[in-house]
């Protein structure tokens, strides 16, 4: 007997039916975009950045009414984060045709799009992130399809529509810009599967992004934060602990790249909790720890969404715990890290656990045990004024971006720091990530290259004596000097006229100074060899303006490789020589 259909099972076919459909409407938008110009590509990121930006406060504000998490103010900064940094940093790169000539190794890079992407967008970041995946998408001629987190179903629509609108405005296809509106677990993974999708950014939980590694497809996937902070000894304290409360307070602690614990070096450790206390930060007790733990860490050891993103009064106040009005952050003093220490997990909210370590190699041990439970390749930061020792943090801990007397919140995303702005970023072989960088418009381009032999090769059929080299006729290769034994001038000469011989030039090593200046003078352009100037096998537009403004020629082989705007501007200038090819 057939199962009856299920208001659910109705949304799952729904969902699928419109992954399938966008996916395809996506790929017919993309073979338009692929054909774009760098100029025509740029008017549409221009397009889409402009209508986002003053839209940042109504994304910020749609955003914490639909899905309850995180602070108006600080979502309308990260809105502005995508729509103006990230903007900016894309804005020069150069993703269209040519992007890279490698004179020295006569390599010529070319930029290809991936294809359609399929990017499924978080609730704890969902405005900011929809921003950023659009414009990174469209700056590479990738068509997108968005997957909304399903709590964020409306604040990522209203941002898909409005960059839409610009974008098309500015001349892209219908569908270069595509979203889910009924979004399951389904049809988010039809989406992920769907043969015309080609790349796939997945910004979420564990269980999405190894949904999104095991689909099949090339991916890029963010692993959990847990981020440690380490406060050195010589570290200045005000300053640090400014830097974590800002870090772990701001949006309420939802990016997965906010502190999570503070390490603290024992000699400094009643320094660093009393400014912690003056900063807003409440200590709680063994009780309070407890009444926490069982509230805010379900059994499968991940963050309450009850409690996600809301502020340390509002958790205090639903766990029972007496903390004072002006608290911005709880403390949770620990002795370990692990299944027995719930609250060392990542948290997404301002709930910080709190260790004390004898020095920077405790603290350095530390600090790997936090990240190896749940935060592996991705953020950590250090507080210190000594550079030996945040060095050895840099080559010791298995995390991809630590940042320096900083926020990790702030630091990682590249907003207080010279990373590469993204609100996607890798963790790495750490994370079981494919890249440890943050992601950009270049993961999403392919590079072909154009490369030109520097090396001739010497197949063993062009030996003396080998077979079918007899019967082509190959030149023979001169006999290598025995360098003990030497050469006399005279055999030297009859070797070098042997080998011009074979490839068909006159015998110019005996001629007369004169005979040979006769020669010159009825020979097309070919350039004496007491010239001193080794023939060039390469020449672009700069070298032939270097040789005209030295008032020099070029020495150029026959067979080298000149581009049209060098031979344009060398044969109106008479510059060019060319020398016997030489084999």
């Known amino acids: 007997m057939a199962e009856p259909v299920t208001s659910q099972t109705d949304r799952d076919l729904a969902s699928i039916a419109e992954a399938r459909a966008l996916a395809r409407r996506a790929k017919q938008a993309w073979l338009e975009l692929a054909e774009f110009s760098q100029e025509r590509i740029d008017a549409v990121v221009d397009a889409m950045a402009a209508a986002a930006t003053p839209c940042a406060e109504m994304f910020a504000r749609v955003a914490v009414e639909e899905t309850g998490y995180g602070v108006v103010e600080d979502k309308i900064q990260k809105n502005l984060f995508s729509s103006q940094k990230v903007y900016d940093f894309i804005r020069p790169m150069k993703t269209v045709g040519v992007v890279a000539r490698h004179e020295d190794r006569r390599v010529i890079e070319i930029a290809e799009p991936f294809g359609v992407v399929a990017a499924v967008v978080p609730s704890t970041n969902p405005t900011s992130t929809a921003i950023y995946k659009i414009l990174i998408s469209l700056k590479a001629r990738c068509a997108i399809v968005l997957s909304p987190h399903p709590a964020a179903v409306k604040c990522i629509t209203r941002v898909a529509e409005v960059m839409d609108e610009a974008a098309r405005r500015a001349g892209a296809p219908a569908g270069a810009i595509n979203w889910m509106t009924t979004v399951t677990l389904e049809g988010t993974q039809e989406l992920m599967k769907h043969r015309d999708v080609a790349v796939i950014l997945a910004t979420g939980g564990m269980g999405l992004v190894r949904a999104a590694y095991s689909a099949g497809k090339p991916a890029y996937g963010v692993g959990p934060g847990n981020a440690p902070a380490y406060i050195e000894r010589t570290a200045n304290v005000k300053k640090a602990v400014h830097d974590i409360v800002t870090g772990k307070t701001f949006d309420n602690g939802v990016l997965c790249s906010s502190e999570n614990s ?8 009643e320094d660093v909790k009393r400014e912690f206390q003056a900063q807003g930060g409440y200590f709680m007790n063994k009780t309070e720890m407890d009444a926490l733990a069982k509230m805010l860490v379900t059994p499968q050891r991940l963050p309450n969404p009850a409690l996600v993103g809301k502020t340390a009064i509002a958790i205090a106040e639903k766990c029972g715990i007496s903390a004072p009005s002006d608290t911005r952050v709880l403390m949770a003093p620990l002795e370990g890290v692990g299944r027995d220490y719930p609250l060392s997990i990542e948290k997404l909210c301002p709930v910080l656990s709190y260790y004390v370590v004898k020095d920077w190699r405790e ?18 930061s250090i507080h210190s004024q000594n550079d030996q020792v945040i060095l050895e943090f840099g080559l010791k801990k298995p995390a991809f971006r630590i940042v320096v007397n ?33 992601i950009s418009p270049r993961h999403l381009l392919n590079i072909k290259r154009l490369a030109y032999e520097v090396t001739p090769t010497v197949s063993r059929w062009d030996r003396p004596g080998a077979g079918i080299a007899q019967s082509i006729s190959l030149p023979s290769v001169p006999a290598r000097p025995a360098p003990p034994v030497g050469i006399t001038a005279a055999a030297l000469t009859r070797r070098i006229d042997d080998f011009l011989g074979s490839r068909g030039f006159r015998n110019i090593t005996s001629r007369t100074e004169v005979g040979l200046k006769s020669d010159l003078s009825t020979t097309s352009n070919v350039s004496s060899p007491t010239s001193g100037q080794a023939p060039l096998d390469f020449v672009c537009e700069e070298d032939v303006r270097l040789a005209i403004q030295a008032g020099r020629k070029l020495i150029v082989s026959e067979r080298a490789i000149v581009t049209p705007a060098a031979r344009d501007l060398g044969e109106q200038h008479r510059v060019f020589s060319f020398s016997p090819w030489r084999g």
Do not use: F, W
């Open 262 to 269: 503070v390490v603290v070096d024992e000699a400094i450790a």
């Open 363 to 380: 603290g350095c041990e530390r600090c790997k045990q936090i990240l190896r439970y749940g935060g592996m390749g991705h953020t950590m």
């Open 406 to 438: 900083t926020p990790t919140t702030h630091g990682s995303v590249g907003l207080s720091t010279g990373l590469d702005p993204a609100m996607t970023l890798g963790c790495g072989g750490y994370g079981g990530n494919i890249t440890s960088d943050n």
